[in-house]
């Protein structure tokens, strides 16, 4: 779930985002934190998700130098390597992939855009 000018599915680490990250079959056990232009730093959060627990999941790009990223009103990481260039659109994006027969439920209570 985060801001990217193309699909996150397309792999683990997508290139010109900002975005939360969970994906078992790239070992995640918490919630990451990933950022990228060219290439892509991923970040732990050190915050285990866990099932049928809620989310508040912020990121803010309120300042061009750095991407600070938010668990439920609790700074996680702030990113200041391989920030989306400022030329790039960037939009929205959330995506549910199971890659297992174990259903999975995504809800999404809301979801805003502020400008600074």
Known sequence: MGLTHAALTAS???LNCAAFRFDTSAGDTAWQCCTA????T???SGVTVAASTTYDLVID???SSQILFYINGILVATATA???TASETLGPE???TTLSTTAVNFSVGTMG???Y
């Open 12 to 14: 683990a680490t997508p």
């Open 37 to 40: 232009n060219s290439s892509a």
């Open 42 to 44: 991923v970040t732990p």
């Open 61 to 63: 790009m309120s300042n």
């Open 82 to 84: 391989t920030l989306p």
């Open 94 to 96: 959330m995506t549910l």
């Open 113 to 115: 855009l502020t400008a």
